[in-house]
């Protein structure tokens, strides 16, 4: 018998799976997936996970480890404290049932974020809220601008709504995707804002803003241009690695057009990230594209928009990027791996060795596993009952049961046992799956998220007098140094540190070094060897490691984002030396 159901993973396109006689597949009907699914979920039943919980190494029962949770619960809440420390393995909305127990016995929650979080504050900062174009409206565009984000590779069922149109990429990496594109800006790594601001700037000076729109929603759009103009046209396109010729071409096919501008993590992986977005914003204001049918600027969403949370609150919060580990008793991991996809693993392993415990609550062993003095497996997505939602599109999407098996533990089952245990009070999964499912409602062929506008922004922004908040100051020089810019994006072979992870560095052919020995990648936090593999799409002062790659972090900062508490994955800029 078939079931449906949706992939979990961290991704914006959450499609809908039809699980027939044990084989995954892309539903067909579902207006998002087109009946595909890609290699993370086509192979997923392949992927070994944890068989068995594990105390010190040594297999135990499931009852012998959730009664040891038990007893570290017990200890920390007398001593130091407990963290909570939740990332996103599983994007079901069910994952954040244990908040509620942590929460309620006074565990830390984190904040702050290792993904969008700086440009999530920098959209809010400018519109008041950050709603994200739904595909249908991308479809309706004639030029889409694609900026900092792999569509083939991180959001691969937006390509049937890019059929056809006139395609601009910019990104540091000649991508298959940018090779693709009408125009390909291959500007140098973190040169985005200055593009952004000279973007601006000449369209004011061209006339090409759209007057009457900016009187509405932009009033302050002259003193922005003011700041632009402090901007060194010349020096900062050759710090950027562009010239003039790159603003013409790109607003010649802007012009008059309805224009769709995306937005992904890699613009924002900066200590600047909030400005880059606002600075993106800015062009969507002066040209008016904002809540006009198949215009306008988008930049991840978040899942939970539209979603009241049914869970206790917490009251104390720890950095997601920066955590002090060492400050708890009880580290709880689920659904993450901060080990290998925090930045700064010196630190995090440091501080991580002097937490009092660590528990790991997952899917498979990595890095985080190997440390934590209790490993309990969760149950598959396939195997428990949940509610999915996306930061791609507005789909909310069911998760009923669709195997049963022996293996692992259901965040439910898992905060049930803990709940009884500490006299916390909680409702049963059926209450907390209703009012999930409450929070959507039936539209065509699809359940959409109740409240989720299918044209953002038509009503004006969310800022207190609904105008939009154009940059006031930057803080931003771009780094002349020497050394080389470290690009990290997403693999098409790994969904973060999950399933098959790449090993190698890439770099220029014409680098110097030799291919297929290893060279050592250095940072002010530590270095890392690996294996070269050249790359001819990348620009001579890149080294491309891909997210997910074991070592990785070694070489990326604690420092935070200067708004959003975000990670900073490619602020540092690093050596190379021959092994
Ligand atoms: N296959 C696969 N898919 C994924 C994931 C995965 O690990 N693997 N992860 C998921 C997650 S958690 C997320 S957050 C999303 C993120 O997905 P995306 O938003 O696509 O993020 P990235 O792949 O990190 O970066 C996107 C592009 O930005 C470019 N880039 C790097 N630096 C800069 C820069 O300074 N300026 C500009 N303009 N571009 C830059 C990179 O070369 C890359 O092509 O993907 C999700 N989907
Ligand atoms: N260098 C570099 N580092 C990065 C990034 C980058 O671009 N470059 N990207 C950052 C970004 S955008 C993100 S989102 C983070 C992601 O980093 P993490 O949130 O740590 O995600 P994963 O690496 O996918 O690890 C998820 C773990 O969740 C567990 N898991 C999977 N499904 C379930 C489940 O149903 N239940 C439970 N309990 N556990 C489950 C699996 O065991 C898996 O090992 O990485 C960040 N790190
Ligand atoms: S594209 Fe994204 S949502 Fe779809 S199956 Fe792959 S990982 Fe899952
Ligand atoms: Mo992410």
């Known amino acids: 018998m078939q079931k449906k159901t949706a992939c979990p993973l961290d991704c914006y396109d959450a499609c809908s799976v039809i699980v027939d006689a044990g084989k995954l597949k892309g539903d067909k009907l579902h207006p998002y997936t087109h009946g595909y699914l890609c290699p993370h979920l086509n192979h997923f039943k392949k992927r070994e996970r944890i068989a068995e919980p594990k105390l010190r190494g040594e297999v135990v029962s499931m009852e012998t480890a959730l009664a040891h949770l038990e007893t570290l619960v017990r200890d920390a809440r007398e001593g130091n404290g407990i963290l909570h420390y939740r990332s996103s393995g599983n994007f079901g909305l069910m994952q954040g049932v244990t908040d509620h127990f942590f929460a309620s016995v006074g565990a830390a929650l984190t904040k702050g974020s290792l993904c969008d979080g700086a440009g999530e504050a920098g959209v809010v900062e400018g519109r008041g809220a950050n709603r994200a174009l739904p595909p249908e409206q991308i479809a309706e565009a004639d030029v889409v601008m694609v900026w900092g984000r792999n569509v083939p590779v991180t959001n691969s069922h937006l390509l049937p709504f890019l059929k056809g149109?006139?395609?601009?990429?910019?990104?540091?990496?000649?991508?298959?995707?940018?090779?693709?594109?009408?125009i390909h800006i291959q500007l140098k790594p973190g040169g985005d804002l200055y593009f952004a601001m000279l973007l601006a700037r000449f369209i004011v000076i061209e006339g090409m803003y759209d007057a009457e729109y900016l009187a509405e929603h932009g009033e302050a759009f002259e003193e922005y241009y003011e700041l632009t103009q402090t901007v060194r046209i010349k020096a900062a396109l050759d710090s950027i690695g562009l010239g003039l010729g790159d603003i013409g071409r790109v607003l010649e096919r802007l012009k008059g057009k309805k224009v769709a501008i995306l937005v992904g993590t890699g613009v924002q992986k900066y200590r600047h990230g909030d400005e880059v977005l606002r600075a993106i914003d800015a062009i969507g204001t002066l040209l008016g594209l904002f809540g006009k049918p198949g215009c306008g600027v988008s930049f991840l969403g978040s899942s939970s928009s539209g979603i009241p949370s049914p869970f206790a609150a917490a009251r104390r919060f720890e950095s997601k990027a920066a955590a002090a580990f060492s400050d708890y008793d009880l580290v709880f991991v689920q659904g993450a791996n901060p080990v290998a996809q925090m930045p700064d693993t010196r630190r995090v392993v440091d501080s991580l060795s002097k937490a009092g415990h660590v528990v790991y609550f997952g899917l498979y062993e990595n890095e985080t596993s190997a440390m934590a003095e209790l490993v309990i497996p969760a149950k598959t997505f396939l195997e428990k009952r949940d509610v999915r939602t996306a930061y791609?599109?507005?789909?909310?999407?069911?998760?009923?049961?669709?195997?049963?098996?022996?293996?692992?533990?259901?965040?439910?089952?898992?905060?049930?046992?803990?709940?009884?245990?500490f006299d916390v009070p909680l409702e049963s999964e059926a209450y907390y799956l209703e009012h999930f499912l409450a929070c959507g409602e039936a539209k065509d062929d699809k359940t959409l998220v109740k409240g989720r506008e299918a044209l953002p922004y038509a009503e004006g922004f969310d800022t207190d007098d609904g105008q939009f908040l154009f940059l006031e100051e930057y803080d931003f020089d771009f780094d002349m140094e020497e050394d080389y810019f470290l690009v990290s994006p997403k693999s098409p072979r790994s969904l973060n540190s999950q399933f098959d992870r790449e090993s190698r560095v890439f770099m220029h052919p014409e680098c110097g070094f030799e291919e297929g020995a290893s060279v050592r990648l250095v940072s002010e936090q530590g270095s890392l060897e690996l294996p070269l593999a050249y790359d001819d799409r990348l620009l001579a002062d890149?080294?491309?490691v891909y997210a997910g790659t074991?070592?990785?972090?070694n070489l990326t900062t604690s420092l935070r984002s200067f708004a959003g508490e975000n990670a900073c994955y490619q602020a540092n800029k690093i050596?190379?030396?021959a092994c």
């Open 165 to 182: 149109k006139e395609l601009i990429v910019v990104d540091p990496v000649r991508t298959a995707f940018a090779e693709s594109a009408d």
């Open 392 to 421: 791609g599109h507005n789909a909310m999407l069911e998760m009923p049961e669709c195997e049963t098996g022996e293996t692992g533990i259901s965040e439910y089952a898992l905060c049930t046992a803990l709940c009884t245990a």
């Open 542 to 544: 890149c080294v491309l």
């Open 550 to 553: 074991p070592g990785v972090n």
């Open 575 to 577: 050596k190379v030396e």
